[in-house]
């Protein structure tokens, strides 16, 4: 592998100490984005990048064209009634982004487009819209735009009547908004200028200057972040203040929106509770009384606080309650068992309930857009690894059902019949049980010498539910394996899952990992030679550990928007989302968690020792994960590491966690990491 280019970045040791504990940290100074020689670094590491590369630049233009052959480019959402209008979204052939707009009560009426986006992102190299909310008399429309990719928005008005785009204007907000029921009434919230904390609810008067807007409600606790939202009834507008483990709310009638928020139940650390309004009550999705996996409750509109609860459904030791939707007919419960999805529709009569029917093991079923109260239509989408996407109109009365739209897969080669699904379980070094999920071509022979893209995530209690992809047949065309290993630190077997791999149990996530990289290669499906690792954001961090602990396994790594210098990022309260993450790995301020932060940290881990390929990307304007963690890792890896593998630092100047903005901009960062993939196993075509 030639060097001549290789960036090495300049070693500028700041020593930093906590808790008796020296650590001297060499590349400290790449945290200033404003520093040209931060900028000259990064340029080193792209350009290196891209002549290391330049032999697979043809390749990655066919893989990105042939990922985009089998994406219908003329598509549409399924519409959506709701007061009187049908909402569509939808893609033009040729055009990088969405196209919003209504019916007035018949798919068959005069289209009113909303908003197009294409035109909005000209002149932008990243444009965001979102937080669209209409008024309650169809007349207005919030939204938001974001033009750097930091989640930093600002909320315009749209008169949909006249189409004229009025004169208030509110900067810095998360996007979201909703309207009180006079039609007159807006309510938003803003975030910490630092820090990026949504922590503000404002209230303001159409047609008057944003600077006179109302502070509603400041969220002093700098754990907690705020929202704002309204019920589907239509009676009541929320505002939610939310840390990992606790949750509070305060509500206002919406037909008063000069009236004072009332708290629902005050904060108690430990209480999490959400709720739907129904009639003349609210029912309640709620840890209380120790329900780890949570139960339903019910209470009076009028009584609110916790003493005044019911139960409706009881706790469950192997049933998780994730959320429930709402009908004037119909209770349907979103639960999840054996690492699962399930759907139970419960009739308010108590007449004849059910779950709707699921045969496979590798699939993801969940409620969408159901924002109709008076219905007996629920609307689901189902999809699994090798079945594309499809959302059905569910008709609970009659026990009938309609594919509205099934997910096209472009020219003519695909057919779920040509793919394996299944799902294994590995036992883990302290006996537990953990599932994977893989899909794979009919006829591979499990030899040892089929590559293998194990992938993963394991933080916050997020299940990671197995997905079709249509681009990721390109992977598994060309014989790769993909899976999906369900560790702890996710939701995926219920609370306790999370709570086993998290704060003093997270390097449990970790060794998951590992024993099931172990387990593919034991029962022959892929070997160290072949077998690839995936993880982004706090899935980044896994890979980080993983390659500290058992580097010997993989023979590469990609890595996106990795988390990976915890200790540092974890003692500074002025980064983006630190504090609201105590609850997730502990507060470093207390040595006991530094202690444990520091010993899987990946960054402070590194040492001299073989490291696999890596394909390592981030964005320089990246609000969750600063660029710098994955910057400084690889300076501190290309000094440290005693292999010739490849090591590559892949920075987009432009966008922020989520990448680039544009519709298909996306599949040029997969065909990068396919690229890599497919090189490192010499397939070339």
Same mark, same amino acid.
């Given at each position: 592998?030639? !060097?001549?280019n290789l960036?090495?970045?300049?070693v500028?040791?700041?020593v930093l ?5 020296q650590r001297?940290?060499n590349y400290?100074w790449?945290?200033?984005r404003?520093n040209?020689?931060v900028?000259d670094?990064?340029n080193?590491e792209?350009?290196?990048?891209e002549?290391?590369?330049a ?6 233009k066919?893989?990105f064209?042939e990922?985009?052959a089998?994406i219908?480019?003329?598509?549409e ?7 009187g209008y049908y909402y569509?979204t939808?893609?033009e052939k040729?055009?990088d982004y969405?196209i919003?707009?209504?019916k007035?009560?018949s798919l068959?009426a @005069? ?5 197009d986006c294409n035109e909005?992102?000209?002149? %932008?190299s990243?444009?965001?819209l979102?937080g669209l909310?209409v008024?309650p008399?169809n007349? +207005?429309?919030?939204?938001a735009?974001d033009i750097?990719?930091r ?11 006249t189409?004229e785009?009025?004169?208030d204007?509110?900067e810095n907000?998360?996007?979201g908004?909703?309207w009180?029921?006079?039609?007159? !009434? ?6 910490d200028k630092v820090?990026l ?5 404002y209230?303001h008067k ?7 807007? *109302?502070l509603i409600y ?5 754990t +907690?972040?705020?929202? *704002?939202?309204k ?8 505002i939610?203040? !939310? ?9 206002l009638n919406a037909?008063e929106?000069d009236?004072? /928020?009332?708290v629902?139940q005050k904060?108690?650390?430990?209480l999490?509770? %959400? ?5 003349d009550?609210?029912?309640?999705v709620?840890n209380k009384?120790?329900a780890s996996n /949570?139960k339903l409750?019910?209470?009076s509109?009028k009584?609110t606080?916790a003493?005044?609860w019911?139960?409706v459904?009881p %706790?469950?030791?192997d ?6 939707e709402? /009908?004037k007919?119909?209770?349907? *419960?979103?639960?999840?068992s054996?690492?699962l999805n ?6 308010w009569?108590?007449k ?5 029917p ?10 969408t857009?159901n924002?109709?109260f008076?219905t ?5 989408s189902?999809?699994s690894?090798a079945?594309?996407s499809?959302v059905i109109?569910?008709d609970?009365?009659?026990k009938t059902?309609?594919?509205?739209k099934?997910?096209q897969?472009?020219?003519? @080669?695909?057919?779920k019949?040509?793919?394996t ?6 036992t883990?070094a302290?006996g537990t ?5 893989m899909?794979?071509?009919?006829d591979?022979q499990?030899d040892g010498?089929?590559p293998l893209?194990?992938?993963?995530y394991?933080s916050y209690?997020?299940?990671m539910d ?7 047949l390109?992977l598994?065309?060309?014989g790769?394996i993909?899976?999906i290993?369900?560790i702890r630190g ?6 306790q ?7 003093l149990?997270k390097k449990?996530?970790?060794?998951d990992?590992?024993?099931?990289s @172990?387990y593919v290669?034991?029962q022959?499906y892929t070997s160290?030679? %072949?077998?690839?690792?995936e993880?982004g954001?706090a ?7 993983v390659?500290?602990?058992a580097?010997?396994l993989y ?5 996106q928007?990795? /988390?990976v210098?915890?200790v540092?990022?974890?003692?500074d309260?002025s980064i ?5 993450e105590?609850?997730?790995w502990?507060n470093p301020?207390d040595?006991?968690?530094?202690d444990y932060?520091k ?6 881990n590194?040492a001299?020792?073989?490291?696999p390929?890596m394909y390592?990307s981030t ?5 969750q ?8 890792? *690889?300076?501190k890896?290309?000094?440290m590491?005693?292999?010739?593998n490849?090591l590559?630092?892949n920075t987009?100047?432009d966008?922020g966690h989520?990448g680039?903005?544009g519709? +298909?901009?996306a599949?040029?960062?997969?065909a990068?990491?396919?690229?890599f993939?497919l090189d ?6």
């Amino acid at each position: 592998m030639p !060097t001549h280019n290789l960036p090495i970045a300049a070693v500028k040791p700041v020593v930093l100490e906590k808790h008796g504990d020296q650590r001297t940290d060499n590349y400290f100074w790449l945290n200033d984005r404003e520093n040209p020689e931060v900028i000259d670094y990064l340029n080193q590491e792209n350009a290196y990048y891209e002549s290391m590369t330049a032999d697979t630049k043809t390749f990655q233009k066919e893989l990105f064209e042939e990922m985009k052959a089998r994406i219908k480019e003329d598509d549409e959402s399924v519409p959506y009634l709701y007061n009187g209008y049908y909402y569509i979204t939808r893609f033009e052939k040729g055009k990088d982004y969405p196209i919003y707009s209504r019916k007035k009560g018949s798919l068959t009426a @005069k289209e009113e487009i909303m908003f197009d986006c294409n035109e909005l992102a000209q002149g %932008h190299s990243y444009f965001q819209l979102g937080g669209l909310s209409v008024s309650p008399d169809n007349q +207005f429309v919030t939204f938001a735009t974001d033009i750097v990719g930091r989640r930093i928005y600002t909320i315009g008005i749209k008169n949909l009547k006249t189409n004229e785009i009025l004169s208030d204007k509110i900067e810095n907000v998360t996007g979201g908004s909703v309207w009180a029921n006079d039609n007159q !009434t807006i309510f938003y919230t803003r975030k910490d200028k630092v820090t990026l904390r949504a922590d503000k609810v404002y209230k303001h008067k159409l047609g008057a200057d944003s600077q006179a807007d *109302v502070l509603i409600y400041f969220e002093k606790d700098d754990t +907690f972040d705020v929202s *704002v939202s309204k019920e589907k009834s239509k009676k009541y507008i929320v505002i939610g203040s !939310t840390s990992t483990l606790t949750t509070e709310f305060r509500i206002l009638n919406a037909n008063e929106p000069d009236g004072e /928020f009332k708290v629902f139940q005050k904060r108690t650390r430990g209480l999490e509770y %959400h709720f739907a309004h129904y009639g003349d009550s609210f029912y309640i999705v709620t840890n209380k009384d120790k329900a780890s996996n /949570f139960k339903l409750m019910k209470t009076s509109e009028k009584a609110t606080e916790a003493t005044n609860w019911t139960e409706v459904i009881p %706790h469950r030791k192997d049933v998780l309650i994730e959320d429930i939707e709402i /009908f004037k007919n119909f209770l349907v *419960v979103e639960e999840r068992s054996n690492g699962l999805n399930k759907i139970w529709i419960k009739p308010w009569d108590g007449k004849g309930e059910y779950y709707l029917p699921f045969e496979s093991e590798t699939y993801t079923a969940c409620t969408t857009s159901n924002v109709d109260f008076d219905t007996d239509i629920l609307r689901y989408s189902y999809q699994s690894l090798a079945t594309p996407s499809s959302v059905i109109d569910f008709d609970m009365k009659n026990k009938t059902k309609e594919i509205k739209k099934e997910q096209q897969v472009l020219g003519g @080669k695909f057919s779920k019949d040509n793919y394996t699904e299944e799902r294994i379980w590995a036992t883990a070094a302290d006996g537990t049980k953990v599932p994977i999920s893989m899909v794979y071509k009919k006829d591979i022979q499990k030899d040892g010498k089929n590559p293998l893209l194990l992938y993963a995530y394991g933080s916050y209690g997020m299940s990671m539910d197995p997905y079709f992809s249509s681009a990721r047949l390109s992977l598994l065309d060309r014989g790769f394996i993909f899976a999906i290993a369900h560790i702890r630190g996710g939701e995926d077997l219920g609370r306790q899952w999370y709570e086993d791999g998290k704060l003093l149990k997270k390097k449990n996530t970790f060794t998951d990992f590992i024993d099931c990289s @172990k387990y593919v290669i034991a029962q022959g499906y892929t070997s160290p030679q %072949h077998l690839y690792a995936e993880g982004g954001s706090a899935g980044g961090l896994l890979m980080g550990a993983v390659i500290n602990m058992a580097p010997e396994l993989y023979h590469g790594v990609i890595a996106q928007v990795p /988390f990976v210098d915890v200790v540092t990022t974890m003692l500074d309260d002025s980064i983006p989302l630190t504090t609201g993450e105590y609850d997730e790995w502990g507060n470093p301020n207390d040595k006991k968690y530094y202690d444990y932060m520091k010993s899987y940290s990946p960054y402070d881990n590194i040492a001299p020792k073989e490291y696999p390929n890596m394909y390592v990307s981030t964005g320089l304007h990246d609000s969750q994960v600063q660029y710098w963690e994955p910057a400084k890792w *690889v300076a501190k890896l290309r000094v440290m590491k005693t292999d010739k593998n490849l090591l590559f630092l892949n920075t987009n100047m432009d966008a922020g966690h989520g990448g680039a903005s544009g519709r +298909f901009e996306a599949l040029k960062e997969v065909a990068r990491e396919f690229s890599f993939l497919l090189d490192l196993e010499k397939i070339k075509i």
